[in-house]
């Protein structure tokens, strides 16, 4: 360090001397604090010692990440600058620059850029590249486009290389839909029924928002789509979203979970925006995956102020976070749960009301006691009620869990046969109207999971047996 600080002081020394020289130091949040690393040095000492000199005129370039991570830490230093914002151009202002920059490309790579491809480059990247700003990310996209384009259709950049570009890098579906896709989106309703029992409503209104927002009927502000789910527990609200997640957007991974019961004070807005001494448990996951689905439990018991932070992300579809970077709602789901109100539910099912009215009575419940306020329920594309389980349906339930756990005996060569006695079993256990099926896991987990493991590790059952499990005792039968 204290070799650096001598080569400083003497180029500081030149500068002044000389009284014809501007400075200009690039990434000077790796200048100012912080951690000491590569390419990270901390010179406040020296450089306070030089500002104080009408003749040691600098130009200190930071990124709006460093000027609140680093920069603003350190208030000596930023009280001897005067801040100049430099705002990105205009997606008009791009294409000009594009257009500039073409022939150096063009001669660059030996390929030619049609101007559809620049329109489209300006586009794909203003709607899906949030975090870089113009017009670096669209010179990114188009320079590599060009190293990658296929030399099949000759030496064109097209608005398809650029798709492709764009797609891989964002992990985003863009441009034309697949025919994989189309077929995920006409058949939603199906493929979601496989892991879902009952609930056809909240099937139904999350497979329509979504064919209309892929469609691009209208121009959306918001992200793709935004649910409030209501309803007892265990009726199948977070499986819904953990089913969507895995169909649509290919991985239960691409889920990112909130517990809303974490966030009661508005203290607790960093933490989910980010500020300079962590990462935002909202904005980060988002940032870093925007193609995913924000699940936010029990939405009810999250403090009002930060209720009012969705307002923004339902409306405008972005926010931004705790270190003024924006981020990008647009190619997100969101689901909020809660189980607030269920009782109107419950007491609407003992007395056999009709359904279709109890919406508007529990709606009405949770404004009277000011659960939610209207503006916040009507930023959503719907309300979805999540009616409770009949026995029919547990049977149905248990029938996928055991499945579940059939197909992982199949791996091992051992085949499971569930019967329709252990399935009434289980459900006489775990029936619970309040409840729902959240009791049917521990029942199997209990009875069946754990019967099965202890019969593995003690060899009782092994590769090729055929077995059924006793709904009486819960032992384990080795069928001939």
């Given at each position: 360090?204290?070799?650096?600080?001598?080569?400083?002081?003497?180029?500081?020394?030149?500068?002044?001397?000389?009284?014809?020289?501007?400075?200009?130091?690039?990434?000077?949040?790796?200048?100012?604090?912080?951690?000491?690393?590569?390419?990270?040095?901390d010179i406040t000492g020296i450089l306070a010692t030089y500002l104080k000199f009408a003749e040691f005129k600098i130009i200190a370039i930071a990124?709006?990440?460093?000027?609140?991570?680093?920069?603003?830490?350190?208030?000596?230093?930023?009280?001897?600058?005067?801040?100049?914002?430099?705002?990105?151009?205009?997606?008009?202002?791009?294409?000009?620059?594009?257009?500039?920059?073409?022939?150096?490309?063009?001669?660059?790579?030996?390929?030619?850029?049609?101007?559809?491809?620049?329109?489209?480059?300006?586009?794909?990247?203003?709607?899906?590249?949030?975090?870089?700003?113009?017009?670096?990310?669209?010179?990114?996209?188009?320079?590599?486009?060009?190293?990658?384009?296929?030399?099949?259709?000759?030496?064109?950049?097209?608005?398809?290389?650029?798709?492709?570009?764009?797609?891989?890098?964002?992990?985003?579906?863009?441009?034309?839909?697949?025919?994989?896709?189309?077929?995920?989106?006409?058949?939603?309703?199906?493929?979601?029924?496989?892991?879902?029992?009952?609930?056809?409503?909240?099937?139904?209104?999350?497979?329509?928002?979504?064919?209309?927002?892929?469609?691009?009927?209208?121009?959306?502000?918001?992200?793709?789509?935004?649910?409030?789910?209501?309803?007892?527990?265990g009726v199948g609200k977070t499986e819904t979203s953990k089913a969507l997640a895995e169909i649509y957007f290919g991985s239960e991974e691409k889920?990112?979970?909130?517990?809303?019961?974490?966030?009661?004070?508005?203290?607790?807005?960093?933490?989910?925006?980010?500020?300079?001494?962590?990462?935002?448990?909202?904005?980060?996951?988002?940032?870093?995956?925007?193609?995913?689905?924000?699940?936010?439990?029990?939405?009810?018991?999250?403090?009002?102020?930060?209720?009012?932070?969705?307002?923004?992300?339902?409306?405008?579809?972005?926010?931004?976070?705790?270190?003024?970077?924006?981020?990008?709602?647009?190619?997100?789901?969101?689901?909020?749960?809660?189980?607030?109100?269920?009782?109107?539910?419950?007491?609407?099912?003992?007395?056999?009301?009709?359904?279709?009215?109890?919406?508007?009575?529990?709606?009405?419940?949770?404004?009277?006691?000011?659960?939610?306020?209207?503006?916040?329920?009507?930023?959503?594309?719907?309300?979805?009620?999540?009616?409770?389980?009949?026995?029919?349906?547990?049977?149905?339930?248990?029938?996928?869990?055991?499945?579940?756990?059939?197909?992982?005996?199949?791996?091992?060569?051992?085949?499971?046969?569930?019967?329709?006695?252990?399935?009434?079993?289980?459900?006489?256990?775990?029936?619970?109207?309040?409840?729902?099926?959240?009791?049917?896991?521990?029942?199997?987990?209990?009875?069946?999971?754990?019967?099965?493991?202890?019969?593995?590790?003690?060899?009782?059952?092994?590769?090729?047996?055929?077995?059924?499990?006793?709904?009486?005792?819960?032992?384990?039968?080795?069928?001939?």
């Amino acid at each position: 360090m204290d070799q650096v600080e001598d080569t400083l002081d003497k180029i500081f020394k030149e500068v002044i001397n000389a009284k014809n020289v501007i400075l200009v130091i690039d990434d000077f949040h790796n200048f100012v604090g912080g951690e000491i690393g590569p390419g990270k040095i901390d010179i406040t000492g020296i450089l306070a010692t030089y500002l104080k000199f009408a003749e040691f005129k600098i130009i200190a370039i930071a990124s709006y990440t460093g000027l609140h991570k680093q920069i603003e830490e350190n208030p000596t230093v930023l009280n001897l600058f005067s801040k100049v914002e430099v705002k990105e151009p205009s997606p008009q202002e791009t294409i000009r620059i594009l257009q500039r920059l073409a022939p150096r490309l063009e001669a660059k790579y030996n390929r030619f850029i049609t101007y559809p491809a620049i329109g489209q480059v300006v586009e794909l990247t203003g709607r899906y590249i949030a975090d870089v700003p113009f017009p670096k990310k669209a010179i990114n996209v188009l320079e590599e486009a060009m190293i990658k384009t296929d030399n099949v259709r000759g030496k064109w950049v097209l608005p398809e290389d650029i798709d492709r570009i764009v797609a891989r890098k964002t992990e985003i579906p863009v441009g034309k839909i697949e025919t994989k896709e189309k077929e995920i989106l006409l058949n939603l309703e199906d493929l979601i029924h496989q892991r879902i029992i009952n609930q056809e409503e909240a099937v139904r209104e999350v497979s329509t928002s979504l064919r209309r927002a892929r469609a691009k009927l209208k121009e959306r502000k918001g992200p793709m789509g935004g649910f409030l789910f209501l309803g007892p527990t265990g009726v199948g609200k977070t499986e819904t979203s953990k089913a969507l997640a895995e169909i649509y957007f290919g991985s239960e991974e691409k889920m990112i979970r909130l517990d809303m019961s974490e966030f009661q004070s508005q203290e607790d807005i960093p933490r989910l925006m980010g500020s300079s001494g962590e990462e935002g448990l909202l904005t980060t996951p988002v940032r870093e995956d925007p193609f995913s689905l924000v699940l936010l439990d029990e939405i009810e018991k999250a403090h009002p102020n930060i209720l009012n932070l969705f307002l923004q992300v339902l409306d405008d579809g972005h926010i931004t976070d705790g270190l003024g970077r924006k981020v990008d709602f647009k190619n997100t789901i969101i689901i909020a749960t809660s189980n607030a109100g269920y009782e109107v539910i419950l007491d609407a099912l003992r007395n056999n009301l009709d359904f279709s009215v109890v919406k508007e009575k529990l709606l009405n419940r949770l404004f009277d006691e000011k659960t939610f306020r209207p503006e916040f329920i009507n930023r959503f594309d719907a309300v979805v009620l999540f009616k409770p389980l009949t026995k029919e349906n547990l049977l149905d339930i248990a029938q996928l869990m055991l499945k579940s756990i059939q197909q992982g005996l199949i791996e091992k060569n051992i085949e499971f046969i569930i019967t329709e006695e252990l399935k009434e079993k289980i459900v006489e256990l775990g029936y619970d109207i309040t409840f729902g099926a959240r009791n049917l896991k521990r029942v199997i987990q209990d009875n069946v999971e754990n019967v099965l493991a202890e019969a593995l590790l003690k060899d009782e059952v092994k590769k090729g047996d055929r077995i059924q499990i006793d709904s009486k005792k819960f032992k384990i039968k080795i069928l001939d």
